[in-house]
């Protein structure tokens, strides 16, 4: 799988992983394994990490992931999602998440997981950017 994840339920945080050429297929697939996995919990925060990823998205690929996100959170709330990237392709895929799911998803693309870290709300930065790098081993 191109998009790996990882949980920590302390920081109440994901982080997906893109690595390589990743696909809307793939990135459905770590959303789908995400949400079945024991450790997460309603209102729990992500974070994409494109930086070192080829995105093969296309716009229509993310109607299955908002779906699947839709169906989630209805009963959870909505969720906030935090690009890393350089890639204007996916500022716009982050936009259309936005647009595409009805406010159901809030997605906005970052240079830096520090930025992102105070946009989604968490105060322990370092402790972000540790679980983040470890993430991304």
Do not use: C
Not at 37 to 61: K, S, Y
């Amino acid at each position: 799988m191109s998009v790996r994840y990882r949980m920590s339920p302390e920081l109440n945080l994901v982080v997906f992983v893109g690595m390589g050429a990743v696909t809307g297929r793939d990135l459905l697939a770590s959303v789908r394994a995400s949400l079945d996995d024991p450790l997460r919990v309603p209102g729990m925060l992500n974070i994409l990490d494109m930086i070192n990823a080829q995105d093969e998205i296309e716009i229509h690929d993310l109607q299955a992931v908002i779906e699947l996100e839709r169906r989630f959170h209805r009963r959870n709330g909505a969720v906030l999602l935090a690009v890393l990237s350089f890639s204007d392709g996916m500022r716009l895929l982050a936009n259309a998440i936005t647009l595409l799911s009805d406010g159901t998803i809030e997605a906005e693309v970052f240079h830096d997981v520090q930025t992102a870290a105070a946009w989604l709300g968490l105060a322990d930065a370092a402790a972000v950017e540790t679980f983040w790098k470890a993430a991304r081993s």
